[in-house]
């Protein structure tokens, strides 16, 4: 039901209830004035209340629901992040260097001779590259976590209830 049917339906009933109104108002009256009859009592309508200032006049509570809408975060789940260190092995091929000494001395007649005179061996220091291995922690990459919120509409459909009056009138005859 659009709104303005709903006003003119509004609309027709108050008319309606303005009309009851008056007809009661005008049969009090004809019982007040009426010198021998019996006053008519007038009842209430469960839920409603008599109003006396003067007149006596009904008043009729019409309820309606309405909606409130709330919302409440519910949780779906956790995720779980953790830093995992992974072991492997590398394999790096160096290059290292080292030193033979190779001394040897001859006489012209191609004999082998003395090394120095007086000695048969001479010790002459030499050296090797050894291979040096130092670990050092370096940042490969950054991982950023964030909470990212989305806003969506949702359309919910709710049945909303509303009274109404309904006036019927009977003509005494």
């Known amino acids: 039901m659009s709104g303005d049917e709903l006003r003119l339906k509004f609309l027709h009933v108050m008319q309606t209830i303005l009309a009851w109104i008056q007809g009661m108002s005008a049969k009090v009256e004809n019982v007040l004035n009426s010198p021998h009859s019996e006053r008519e009592q007038i009842r209430t309508v469960s839920g409603s209340s008599v109003v006396n200032d003067g007149e006596q006049q009904h ?6 629901e309405s909606i409130r809408v709330d ?35 001859r006489s012209k ?25 130092r670990k050092e922690t370096v ?31 009977k003509d005494a005859a």
């Open 59 to 64: 008043v009729i509570d019409l309820f309606g």
């Open 71 to 105: 919302k409440e975060r519910v949780e779906q789940g956790e995720l779980l992040i953790r830093k995992e260190v992974i072991t492997e092995t590398q394999m790096i091929a160096v290059p290292v260097t080292r030193e033979e000494l190779v001394i040897e001395r």
């Open 109 to 133: 007649d191609g004999a082998s001779s003395e090394v120095l005179r007086g000695q048969k061996i001479v010790r002459v220091p030499i050296s090797e590259e050894r291979v040096l291995i």
């Open 139 to 169: 940042l490969n990459e950054r991982v950023s976590v964030r909470r990212r919120h989305i806003e969506k509409k949702k359309r919910v459909s709710v049945p909303v209830k509303h009274e109404e009056i309904e006036v019927t009138r």
